[in-house]
């Protein structure tokens, strides 16, 4: 079996309304960090591990890179948050790699989210034979031997999707099913025919957006509204441990796969898990 992990990866500091509001300031370069020291260092048979980033400060597009046509609506750099608008994108460059760090030509932000996620999953599709797909957000820790473990026990199957579930109300919506359940982006599992699929119908797929004056689009019930609503995937639910705070981090969490610290940019919460497992820092 072989398993891809595609981690939610950007350096930038949160600036969501309850991170400002808490006067938070610490970026998500500090949960990448942490990630590539904790559970991401751990060498498990089967599991090869990448980060998705969208534009990036120091990263160059290779010259030559492809230009592939595009329906998609871009909010820039900053995102709504900055009073800025979105526009339309016709063409765009094709997502490209340097070593496990994958790059979309795409702008930073939550409001991008999901294009820059599918552009991960193209890339994916196109340069690496995989079974599965892991896709974590950069706030979860995710332990690889008991999720190797999970899949080696369902064994290889199309159509399988996992994560921790959860209810959308899309009732806003003229053309969508109302009530969207669908599994956490913090972190969820995908078979490779589901991905391969939304790849394929990425301009096509109407993504599911908040009510909301921005129209943000709601990457992972997208995501559930194409593999459940049109592909006829079940979700199969496991076990996510959710931490705010390190009085939380306890030797019951040695046997839990997710751990994720909600809407939480701490770093020391990944190493703690990490050292209640009984494992290293690298």
Known sequence: MKIVVLTLANDEICICSRCQRDGRTRAYSEMITAIRKTWAAEEVEGIKKYYIYGHREGVEFPKDSVIINSKERYWPDGGAGDGGKPHDVEQKRKAFAIDDCIYSDTPEGRENLYYKTVDGFEWLIENEDFDYLIRPSAGSYIDLRLFKRYLDNIGIKDNFYAGSIGQYNNSHSKDQAHNIKYASGSGFIASRNLI??????????????????????????????????????DITPFQKVQLTSLNQVSAGLRDVMHCYFTHTINPDLMYAVHKVKGLSNK
């Open 196 to 233: 391969e699929d939304l790849v394929k119908n990425r301009n096509v797929i109407k993504p599911v957006r908040s009510k909301y004056a921005s129209a943000t689009i709601a990457d992972d019930v997208t995501f559930a509204n194409h593999f459940v609503h049109t592909l006829g995937a």
